[in-house]
Nanobody, 119 residues
Framework: QMQLVESGGRLVQAGGSLRLSCAAS????????MGWFRQAPGKEREFVGA?????????SYADSAKGRFTISRDNAKNTVFLQMDSLKPEDTAVYYC???????????WGQGTQVTVSS
C-alpha cells in the first residue's frame, strides 16, 4: 500500500511558475513509476506526465505539458515533483499524483492539490 500527499498548489498569475510536490509513504517508492494528472471543473481527469521508476530516465508528457512542465523525482525523499512554467489559465485544475507499475498504469492516487491560474 502506498499513500500519496500532494502540496504546492495555489493561485498564480498567467505566465508564472509553480512547483508541485507529492510525498509518498513506504520504503518502496523508488520501485514505482509516478504520474501527474489533472481535472478541471466539468471535465474528465487527464494525464499530464509520468516518470519511470528508480532513476527516472524515462518521462512522458501530454502535448499540453510538453516544453512547459517537467517531472522529476527524489527517491531519497520519497517525493515526485511537477515543475510548471509559463502557466496558462487553462492549466487551472486539481492536480493529482499517482503511483503504479508502469508509466501508463497507476493504482495509487493522492487527494489532489488545487492550482488556479488567473489571466
Amino acid at each position: 500500500q502506498m499513500q500519496l500527499v500532494e502540496s504546492g498548489g495555489r493561485l498564480v498569475q498567467a505566465g508564472g511558475s509553480l512547483r508541485l510536490s507529492c510525498a509518498a509513504s513506504g520504503r518502496t517508492f523508488s520501485t514505482y513509476c509516478m504520474g501527474w494528472f489533472r481535472q478541471a471543473p466539468g471535465k474528465e481527469r487527464e494525464f499530464v506526465g509520468a516518470i519511470s521508476r528508480r532513476s527516472g530516465t524515462t518521462t512522458s508528457y501530454a502535448d499540453s505539458a510538453k516544453g512547459r512542465f517537467t517531472i522529476s523525482r527524489d527517491n531519497a525523499k520519497n517525493t515526485v515533483f511537477l515543475q510548471m512554467d509559463s502557466l496558462k489559465p487553462e492549466d487551472t485544475a486539481v492536480y493529482y499524483c499517482a503511483a503504479g507499475p508502469t508509466i501508463t498504469s497507476f493504482n495509487f492516487w493522492g487527494q489532489g492539490t488545487q492550482v488556479t491560474v488567473s489571466s
